[in-house]
C-alpha cells in the first residue's frame, strides 16, 4: 500500500450540544490526562510507536514509518475540503494502522513497506468566506495536540506534578453525555487506500448514534460475535489491532441497525 486516506464526517449532530461532556466523557479526559505520568509516555506522537518487535531490522521499519508517514498534527486541505485533527487526539490511529500492516507482512512473510496514512475531520468546503473561521479553531486543537506531544517528553517528576495539577480541573468522575446528546447522530468514516500501481480501495462506515458511545458498543458487540465464529479459520496469536482480530470476513457483523459498512 502506497498512501491511506481516513476521513470523518458528521453529516447530523444533535442540537443542543451544551458542554465538553456532551463530546468526550470524563473518563477519555481522565484517561488523556493519565499519559502525562506512564514513564512509557514518550511514545505518543511516534507513528512506529506500536510496531512490532523482535525483528532483525526493527530500527529500519521504525525510521520507514517516520520518513513515509510522519504524524502532522494541523489542519490540512484535500479534494477541496478543509480537514482538522482527531479527536480527542489525532495520534491514536495512525501508530494503530501501522502495526496492523506490519503483522500482516510479517504473517505473509514479506517485508513491510509503511504507507503514508492521513486522517482527519471533514469540516466542510477548503474555500469560501467561511473557510478561515472554520481552520482557525482546527489549527488551535493541533497546537494544543502538538503541545500535548512536547509535553510527554518532559522529565517524568514534572509531566507527574503537571498531571496532579490538570486533574484537579477534569469533569467530575462520571461525567458523560446526557442521553439527548446520545441520539440525533449521523457520521461516516471512510478509508481509501491506493497502492504501488494506482490500485485504489475504498471502505465507509455509515453509523447513527454518538461516535464515541453508542457506536463504540455496536462495535464492541460486532467485535465479540466474530470472535466467537465457530468457523474462523487461522487467527494471528499475540497482541493484535481490531482489524487483525476481525479479518475481511466481518463485514457481516458490522450490518447492525447503527452501522452500516461498504466497501469497493
Known amino acids: 500500500m502506497q498512501r491511506v486516506d481516513v476521513s470523518v464526517r458528521f453529516e447530523e449532530v444533535p442540537a443542543g450540544l451544551r458542554s465538553l461532556s456532551d463530546a468526550v466523557s470524563a473518563g477519555t479526559l481522565a484517561s488523556v490526562v493519565e499519559i502525562l505520568g506512564d514513564p512509557g509516555a514518550t511514545v505518543v506522537g511516534d507513528p512506529a510507536g506500536l510496531l512490532p518487535t523482535g525483528g532483525p531490522d526493527d530500527g529500519t521499519a521504525a525510521a520507514a514509518v517516520r520518513r513515509v508517514s510522519p504524524l502532522r498534527l494541523r489542519p490540512f486541505r484535500g479534494g477541496g475540503r478543509l480537514f482538522g485533527p482527531a479527536v480527542p487526539v489525532a495520534f491514536l490511529d495512525p501508530p494503530v494502522l501501522h502495526r496492523t500492516a506490519a503483522l500482516l507482512a510479517r504473517e505473509e512473510g514479506v517485508p513491510h513497506a509503511p504507507a503514508r496514512v ?48 490538570v486533574r484537579r480541573r477534569l469533569p467530575a468522575a462520571g ?10 447522530w449521523r457520521w461516516t468514516v471512510t478509508a481509501t487506500a491506493v497502492g504501488p500501481g494506482g490500485q485504489r480501495g475504498a471502505a465507509s462506515l455509515h453509523g447513527t448514534g454518538h461516535p464515541g458511545y453508542t457506536a463504540t458498543a455496536a462495535l464492541l458487540v460486532a467485535l465479540g ?21 476481525l479479518g475481511p470476513g466481518a463485514s457481516r457483523h458490522l450490518s447492525t441497525p447503527e452501522l452500516t459498512l461498504r466497501t469497493t
Request: zero cysteines; proline letters at 9%; glycine letters at 12%.
Open 175 to 184: 461525567t458523560g453525555p446526557r442521553p439527548a446528546a446520545l441520539h440525533g
Open 118 to 165: 492521513r486522517e482527519g475531520i471533514d469540516h466542510g468546503s477548503a474555500g469560501g468566506p467561511g473557510a478561515l473561521l472554520r481552520s482557525v479553531p482546527q489549527a488551535l486543537l493541533a497546537g494544543a495536540q502538538r503541545a500535548l506531544a512536547v509535553v510527554v517528553h518532559l522529565p517524568l517528576p514534572v509531566r507527574t506534578r503537571l498531571a496532579r495539577v
Open 225 to 245: 460475535l466474530e470472535m466467537a465464529e465457530s468457523e474462523r479459520g487461522s487467527v494471528l496469536a499475540g497482541v493484535v489491532t481490531p482489524a487483525v482480530a
